[in-house]
């Protein structure tokens, strides 16, 4: 088994053991990797789409609003959706419920 593989293989595990920290921690390095520029290009892209309000709850020390996937399928370019999905293996649509789900606590955590 390649390296790869091994990514692949760890990705799929942390999504589907449903481990906070470890699909945080994969998710904060996908987008790290991503041509979005860590999360701090994802918050700004998603700040950009109109979706300031929802960043400003997550870093700003309150309730985090949780975001939907149709918000971010309309802030995220088709490019870095599709991105992101490869790099986790996983459907547009799966990748960003994912995101959905996880990024309220991972941008907070980073705050």
């Known amino acids: 088994m390649g390296l790869l593989d091994d990514v692949v293989g760890a990705a799929k595990s942390a999504l589907s053991q449903g481990g906070e920290g470890g699909v945080q921690g994969l998710l904060g390095n996908v987008l790290q990797n991503s041509s979005l520029g860590g999360l701090s290009g994802l918050m700004g892209q998603l700040s950009e789409g109109g979706l300031g309000h929802l960043v400003s709850s997550w870093t700003g020390g309150g ?49």
């Open 63 to 111: 309730q985090g609003q949780p975001i939907s996937v149709d918000q971010l399928k309309a802030a995220l370019t088709p490019e870095h959706i599709q991105e992101i999905a490869q790099a986790l293996n996983l459907s547009p649509d799966s990748a960003l419920a994912h995101l959905a789900e996880h990024l309220p606590m991972l941008a907070g955590n980073r705050a």
